[in-house]
């Protein structure tokens, strides 16, 4: 392959803005530990502002950008061809950088404090969801690539199977068009107008509803990647092979479908929907969970082929024959680790009945940073070392400082997660800049509070020793050259519906019909009463 | 198409468990009664003051003819109205819960008296045993409201019943 077919450009660009701002934001969750410890003076709109900015990078920015970049390299390697429509690519990069410094300008400046979540009828200045909806019209100008890329290749290579990287990037791609629809219809129809005082009033429920829609299939938008590098990137790294092609193809078709159609479980304890809609979506929330059990063995069995090839014997002798002086076979074991125990919260906070017990407080962001911080970004760490070499032509500088940075990583986040987890329990709400409440139980708050503070400081001199890894140069000469990992039995052939995503598409249409349908027509079936703006 | 025996053997598996899961959940539900809150029954924010039910001088605790109780309240940046109310321990509570403003979250900690308060609707959440323990316990709002939120809690002090 020559150099031209590769994406370096397109997914440096991409790449780099997603890390600069990711050290930003963890600066910024720093912050908000101490001030939340009680540790530095409390300050009410930048503690907010600050929440705010931490998630919307993190959650928005951070990971649209990168797995755009990400797509795009993995596309064009896998499939071995260039990008197509190479101005609609950067069209995309202008909008999302554009779109995530205008929002960025107004979160910063403490015009915005109404958290990631948007949370009507509290109202920020419009500047902010205007920089919100660039980034998502942008990230959909990269699905665009990757679906046309998708289709001529398989015209070019009629009946070939697609390869793994590219099915999975491409789904992920869908995925995240039929995510971003809820959020954006409840942006564009509801919020802006309101914010723009083009309407008097917001109806709450529905904006909820539609903001369901989103929040949960996103989080599969942000995992994917870290799958895709789990089940094509490590197998290779660990020196060994994929148990099975088909079966990754399966759990991320799984991940889509049933991922979709499940948002309520974010709405168990608000009262505008009813019970039988909540169970419906309690159904596919739990049915999610196979998909990720499968990933949990396939990933841990191509590992132990990894180990046993390179010499491991007995039942548990090949773990220590793993090759884990790669850093992204470092990171792929401390991410199935962070995520069985993230994943074991989540089925938690997902059970129907159980759910009232932990919502809302600080086990559930506990929760979410274990699956989000300590899966999905370690592993998109771990493939950014891995793809590095092939897009800058240089070597990591050293190995040992990116595996010092990933355990680093590792143990902070289970110093922030764990304590946060068990204040949860002890009632502690999440979203509070502090906890002046005069009652004794907050006495029993503070050992955890520091360990969060520790947990967060070491978190912070991992983000910064992340990008200083990738900004130094150093590096001997590196090969261009990319290899994924290949499978026991490569699939020679496969069935029209494991190697596009027509018939997907149709059950997907179905299913949020019926999960949706009802729920959201209900607000023009009923006399609702809409609240006015409010400012925070 | 090849799927390795093993790992078809774990499909199967790990169906079971999700299986499993979702049978539990829906007999808590059915056979247990045990559902959030969600009676989907719409108020107008803006004029509560005006509602029979969450006029002022209606907040509080209600004493209903069986013995059970039913607890008024008003959420609004930056309390929970009254600011402190007393109920007995082992009594089935009926709780409703309305907003003046924006949303509000409302968590009486180690107890199913929990829910989201949204403008525009009732929240209701019932306790068919009551609290299980005596003593002052707080109730924190629990979701982001605005810049005070974090200042928004009252409390609850539960009696003996003998008493």
């Not at chain 1, 009629?158 to 793994?164: R, T, Y």
């Not at chain 1, 002890?426 to 955890?448: D, K």
């Not at chain 2, 008296?113 to 403008?119: C, D, H, K, N």
Request: hydrophobic share 50%; proline share 5%.
């Amino acid at each position: 392959m020559s150099d031209a077919t590769k994406p370096s450009g397109l997914a440096l660009a991409h790449m780099w803005i997603a890390f600069l701002l990711f050290a930003v934001a963890a600066l910024l969750g720093l912050y908000q530990v101490l001030e939340r410890a009680e540790l530095i003076p409390v300050w009410d709109l930048g503690y907010y502002s600050s929440v705010t900015s931490h998630g919307a990078i993190m959650g928005f920015v951070l990971t649209t950008l990168f797995i755009s970049g990400f797509g795009y390299y993995t596309a064009a390697t896998s499939l071995k061809m260039e990008v197509p429509m190479k101005g609609v690519a950067w069209l995309g990069w202008i909008l999302m950088v554009g779109g995530s410094v205008l929002a960025a300008v107004f979160m910063l400046t403490g015009q915005a404090a109404v958290l990631f979540t948007f949370y009507p009828p509290l109202t920020a200045h419009v500047g902010f969801y205007i920089g919100a909806t660039l980034l998502v019209v942008g990230s959909w100008l990269w699905v665009l690539v990757m679906i046309v890329m998708m289709g001529q290749w398989k015209k070019a290579n009629p009946g070939q199977v697609v390869p793994l990287a590219m099915f999975g990037t491409a789904i992920n791609a869908l995925l995240w068009f039929w995510t971003s629809l809820g959020v954006a219809i409840e942006v564009l129809t509801q919020i802006i107008p309101l914010a723009l005082g083009l309407v008097d009033t917001i109806d709450v429920g529905l904006a909820r509803t539609l903001f369901s829609w989103t929040l949960h299939p996103i989080v599969y938008f942000w995992l994917l990647p870290a799958y895709i590098t789990l089940y094509t990137i490590v197998p290779k790294a660990a020196g060994g092979r994929l148990i099975s092609d088909e079966m990754a193809r399966i759990a991320f078709i799984m991940l889509v479908v049933f991922g979709l159609p499940i948002g309520f479980h974010h709405l168990y304890m608000d009262p505008f929907q009813a019970e039988g809609w909540k169970i419906l979506h309690m159904v596919g929330t739990m049915l999610v969970a196979i998909p990720t059990m499968i990933t949990g063995f396939t990933v841990i069995g191509s590992l132990e082929i990894a180990g046993r090839l390179r010499g491991g014997k007995g039942l548990f002798g090949w773990i220590s024959k793993v090759d884990w002086s790669q850093p992204v076979v470092l990171a792929a074991g401390f991410a199935m680790l962070m995520l069985t125990i993230g994943g074991f919260g989540g089925l938690i906070n997902a059970s129907y009945s159980l759910n009232v017990v932990v919502h809302n407080t600080q086990w559930v962001t506990g929760h979410f940073h274990l699956i989000f911080g300590g899966t999905v970004v370690i592993m998109y760490m771990g493939a950014a070392y891995y793809i590095w070499p092939s897009v800058t032509g240089k070597e990591l500088a050293s190995l040992g400082r990116a595996r010092t940075q990933l355990w680093l990583w590792f143990i902070g986040m289970c110093t922030l997660t764990l304590p946060w987890h068990a204040l949860g329990l002890q009632g502690q709400p999440r979203r509070t800049a502090f906890s002046p409440y005069a009652t004794e139980f907050v006495q029993s708050w503070w050992t955890a509070e520091y360990l969060m503070v520790l947990g967060g400081a070491i978190l912070v001199l991992s983000a910064v020793l992340f990008v200083f890894n990738l900004a130094i140069g150093g590096g001997p000469a590196a090969s261009r050259e990319v290899e994924y990992a290949e499978a026991v039995h490569q699939p020679v052939s496969l069935p029209n519906s494991l190697n596009g995503f027509t018939l997907w598409n149709w059950i997907i249409a179905i299913s949020m019909i019926v999960a949706f349908g009802y729920p959201v027509a209900q607000f023009w079936m009923m006399p609702t009463y809409d609240p006015v703006m409010w400012g925070f | 198409m090849h799927v390795d025996p093993l790992e078809k053997t774990w499909v199967w598996l790990a169906s079971a468990i999700a299986v499993t899961f979702v049978v539990v959940l829906i007999w808590a539900a059915v056979a247990r009664g045990i559902h959030p809150p969600s009676n989907v029954e719409t108020i107008d924010s803006a004029s509560l003051h005006l509602s029979e039910e969450f006029a002022e001088d209606n907040l509080g605790v209600h004493r209903q003819p069986d013995g059970s109780l039913k607890v008024v309240m008003v959420a609004t940046r930056y309390g929970f109205y009254p600011q402190h109310i007393e109920v007995p321990a082992n009594t089935p509570i009926n709780f409703r819960i309305a907003t003046t403003d924006v949303l509000h979250g409302f968590h009486v900690e180690g107890t199913n008296l929990a829910t989201m308060v949204i403008p525009g609707f009732i929240s209701e959440v019932n306790l068919a045993e009551g609290f299980k323990t005596t003593g002052t316990k707080p109730m924190f709002c629990n979701e982001y409201c605005g810049l005070g939120h974090h200042y928004m809690w009252s409390r609850v002090t539960i009696t003996d019943k003998a008493s």
